[in-house]
């Protein structure tokens, strides 16, 4: 079962990292990212969080470093202007090739097509994910499988800096208290839309969640309802700061999940935390990794 598994996700992930590049050749719109979920038949709620455990980058990121490779290979061939190497990978002009290769490549488009040697270390090192820099690499997680019961969550999508978050959990609590709400409080949960370390924070987006011992009342938008716990879960308890969940999901995924024998439910992944950040010290914190399994 490891192995097969692990052969399907990496057979996934491939058929996504050809598509992008069959897009790119082809000056395509790229897909969303439940098309991509698609491609690598992977569920829409893990596909991204697979991926990343997989490769150790985004599909953004790949993006990116496929774009800036075939800008490279470009700019290697007789002729070739900057405005032709740009447009040919997808960059609206060549300033934005520039500008992108200044920042992660440190050199202008100029030098790099000058500089045989430059160029071609860019595009080897282009040519693959980035290497591994063991920050996963810890103890090896205890992992729990239980059957969980069910609960609902008032949610609020949050957009912004992770160690931000503490606001819209905030304005959640608000909303309790005039609903008579803040006595029966039983949980606190967090569903990561997108990974903080993968975006910047400005895009960065977090469903904040709060659940009660007594039935919900109706709700006012921008607040949601969903239904979170039922059926099997794979339950991993973190301790320490919680900026360091995304990892612990990483390896949950990538190491425990493939040979487990379980499958993945139509649910997303979600952190149940235990402690407050303004009244317990990071190293202490308390939070539940949470992944639902197919009963």
């Known amino acids: 079962m490891n192995r097969l598994a692990g052969l399907r996700q990496a057979q996934g992930i491939e058929r996504v990292i050809d598509h992008l590049q069959g ?13 991509l979920a698609s491609i690598a038949h992977q569920s829409p709620y893990h596909f991204q969080r697979l991926y990343r455990a997989l490769t150790g980058e985004s599909p953004g990121q790949t993006l990116d470093r496929l774009r800036l490779l075939s800008a490279l290979q470009a700019l290697q061939q007789p002729g070739a202007s900057i ?3 740009a447009l040919a990978a997808g960059y609206e002009s060549a300033q934005a090739l520039a500008r992108r290769c200044r920042q992660r490549l440190a050199a202008t ?18 040519a693959q994910p980035p290497a591994d ?6 103890t090896p997680l205890k992992v729990e499988v239980r059957a969980l019961q069910p609960f609902e969550v008032v949610l609020l999508r949050a957009q912004g800096a992770f160690g931000d978050l503490d606001a819209s959990f905030g304005r959640l609590f608000e909303w309790a208290q005039t609903q008579g709400l803040a006595n029966d ?51 991993v308890r973190h301790v320490g700061p919680y900026e360091q969940l995304q990892v612990v999901s990483d390896v949950l995924m990538r190491d425990w999940w493939p040979g487990s024998g379980h499958a993945l ?6 952190f149940h935390f235990l402690d407050d950040p303004e009244q317990v010290p990071a190293e202490r914190l308390r939070a539940d990794v949470c992944l639902p399994l197919a009963g």
């Open 185 to 235: 409080l039983l949980h606190l949960v967090g569903i990561a839309i997108d990974d903080h370390r993968d975006v910047p924070a400005r895009a960065h987006r977090f469903d904040c969640g709060i659940g009660f011992a007594t039935a919900l009342p109706s709700l006012p938008s921008p607040l949601r309802r969903q239904a979170l716990g039922a059926g099997p879960h794979a339950v």
């Open 133 to 138: 820099d063991n920050e996963d690499k810890a």
């Open 265 to 270: 439910a139509e649910a997303p992944l979600y």
């Open 83 to 85: 405005t032709d190497a």
């Open 23 to 35: 897009c790119l050749r082809a000056q395509q719109t790229l897909p969303d990212v439940a098309a």
């Open 109 to 126: 488009p100029r030098t790099l097509r000058a500089d045989a040697g430059l160029r071609q270390h860019w595009q080897r090192v282009l």
